[in-house]
Each structure stands twice: as structure tokens, then as C-alpha cells.
């Protein structure tokens, strides 16, 4: 058994989570945790890793489309040093380039309302992440 992996899609305002099935198959949205505080984000992600018994993260990794990296790019490495010194997991940065549009597409196309499109948007982003980082496996 390779353990489940947490999938996670980091936005300013909301962080999308998904999880693997034990044998890290398939990816499935958990939870959009609404920003609050650093300290407040850890914490819930701290209490969805020990509930689902992740044994390795993969977090989102926002890339310019010609490859270079930018301010969130950095945002995003530096939450990523966080996650492995506070969680003692591994952390994968995974190229997430077009993911978020690839849930909307995905939800826009199975007639999901707007209103509730932003409700599970950073879910199915982190499961389409994880889904992919699965899959390269």
C-alpha cells in the first residue's frame, strides 16, 4: 500500500483539498478551506492529514506559461517549505497550469450554476492536480 496522497490547490482566498483512495489510484475533492490565517490554514490541513493518514502532499505549483516561475509561483514554494517543516511529509510541487480552467470547463459542461461552481472549483482543481500527479505514477 503507497498511502494516501493530499492534493492541494492554493489560491488567496480559498485552498482546494483532495485525496487519493489508499492504494493512490484515483483523486476525490474533500474540502475548500477558506483562507483565514496562515496559522488557521495549517491547522485544518494539519487535522485533514492526520484524518485521512496522507503520507505525502502534492501541492499545486502555479507556472508562467512559458515555464518561468513568479510571485505566485514563489508564494507557492515558500507554503510548500512550510507544509514540510511543520508536517515532516514529503511535498511535490506539481505543474498545475490550466487546472482551475480545466474544473471550470468541467463544471461549466455538466451545468453547474455559477453561484455554486465557486463553492467546489478549488476542490475539483486539487483533485485534477492530484488526479494528474497519479497518474505520472
Given amino acids: 500500500m503507497i498511502g494516501r496522497i493530499m492534493g492541494v490547490d492554493l489560491g488567496d482566498v480559498r485552498i482546494g483539498v ?3 483512495d489508499p492504494l493512490g489510484m484515483s483523486a476525490q475533492g474533500i474540502e475548500v478551506i477558506r483562507r483565514k490565517s496562515e496559522a488557521e490554514d495549517i491547522k485544518r490541513i494539519g487535522e485533514l492529514l492526520h484524518q485521512y493518514e496522507v503520507q505525502k502532499i502534492v ?3 502555479p507556472k508562467n506559461m512559458n515555464g518561468t516561475i513568479g510571485p505566485r509561483g514563489e508564494m507557492t514554494q515558500q507554503f510548500a517549505t512550510l507544509l514540510k517543516d511543520t508536517f515532516q511529509l514529503p511535498v511535490v510541487l506539481w505543474d498545475e ?3 482551475t480552467m480545466a474544473a471550470e470547463r ?3 459542461e455538466a451545468d453547474v450554476r455559477r453561484d455554486k461552481r465557486k463553492q467546489v472549483v478549488d476542490k475539483m482543481a486539487a483533485a485534477i492536480i492530484l488526479q494528474n500527479y497519479l497518474d505520472s505514477l
Fill in 97 to 99: 497550469r490550466l487546472s
Fill in 106 to 108: 468541467m463544471l461549466i
Fill in 18 to 20: 483532495a485525496v487519493s
Fill in 59 to 61: 501541492l499545486g505549483f
